[in-house]
């Protein structure tokens, strides 16, 4: 069968590749983080719901700051261990939102979103995966203060990695929500859809939740018969991607269709289409006639698109 990879498609996919080593062993060891912690070479990333603070030189925008810096902002709602980079110890800081409000007017600071810093490029590519490490877990912790199961007060453990209820001693994980996104392919064409939240040339893959008792493939064939009335056949999983808004797991995946006639479902798409290759070709490189877009490289949904036209032959082989 063949085997789109995504990950070996041109680079540019935000948030992978990650050179953080996450020494979960040493979580619970009060010692060894404390040693990270103190290390004058540790790094820490600061954010404050959605944004992200950036030392800014110039034009030049680093997310670490010093274990000093990162405490004159003002006390931190959590602080997690994210792991080793190399030998540089990397953690998460928290701060409430109102705390970066105040720091956004000074000159020496860049406060915003973690979606700009990667269509923008503001970091180096391998400093992403930590951001979007700390964005997803200091998120979750600010969602679930309170037990699931109870409602007390629950208190961060494991160096920010579990979060514990003092009164029914239930012991509660980070959570990572897994969506399928695909690409409805037949023949020399594929499905693209678009959401009323696009800027308005843009298309891209299908996407939705997997739900529980779903398999991915399940997910995969159920969204596109929701979204477009597509039924389909073989799925082909082609890579994924964190996307930590606020914490999701992308899955994207190719899946054949025998059928041609859509039917949209407008409560979940604003419209959908057939694309041909040559025609997704002028869109991968900005030439669209029409000035039609795919989403960026940062974005899976781009590389599965790029994978269909690059690699189209091998994926009908791998349908048949
Ligand atoms: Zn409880």
């Known amino acids: 069968m063949s085997r789109p990879q995504v990950e070996s498609s041109p680079s540019g ?40 603070l950036l030392k800014k030189y110039g034009e030049v925008f680093e997310p670490l700051f010093s274990g000093a810096q990162a405490r004159a902002f003002g006390a931190a709602r959590e602080t997690v261990f994210l792991g080793l980079m190399g030998e540089i110890p990397c953690f998460g800081v928290g701060l409430d939102p109102e705390a970066i409000a105040v720091l956004k007017g000074r000159e020496d600071l860049k ?8 269509v923008q490029g503001l970091v180096a ?39 514990d209820c003092p009164a029914c001693k239930t012991e509660h994980f980070p959570r990572t929500d897994p969506v399928v996104i695909m690409l409805p ?4 064409r594929c499905v693209l859809g678009r959401s009323p939240r696009f800027p308005p040339t843009m298309w891209s893959a299908l996407a939705g939740f997997a739900e529980p008792g779903e398999s991915i493939e399940e997910a995969v064939r159920r969204e596109v018969l929701e979204e477009v009335g597509l039924v389909c056949a073989s ?3 082609c ?6 808004f606020p914490t999701s797991l992308m899955i994207g995946c190719h899946v054949a269709t025998q059928s ?15 694309f041909g290759r040559e025609e997704l070709k002028t869109m991968l490189a900005r030439k669209h006639p029409q000035g039609l877009t795919t989403p960026p490289p940062i974005a899976i949904a781009h590389h599965l698109i790029r994978a269909f036209v690059e690699q189209a032959d091998q994926i009908l082989h791998g349908q048949s």
């Open 125 to 163: 590519p391998e400093l992403l995966p930590p951001l979007a490490e700390a964005k997803a877990l200091l998120g979750w912790h600010a969602r679930h203060r309170f037990c699931s199961n109870c409602g007390a007060a629950t208190l961060p453990v494991q160096a920010g990695w579990r979060r």
């Open 235 to 237: 799925v082909t999983y």
């Open 111 to 118: 406060a915003i979103d973690l979606r700009s810093i990667a």
């Open 260 to 274: 041609q006639s859509i039917v949209i479902d407008r409560s979940e798409i604003e419209d959908a289409r057939w």
């Open 185 to 188: 392919i037949a023949g020399e």
């Open 13 to 52: 996919l935000a948030y992978v590749g990650s050179r953080i080593e996450r020494a979960a062993a040493q979580r619970g060891d009060a010692t060894a983080l404390a040693a990270f912690a103190g290390d004058p070479r540790a790094g820490f990333c600061v954010i404050g719901g959605e944004v992200v």
């Open 239 to 244: 890579g994924s991607q964190p996307w930590p």
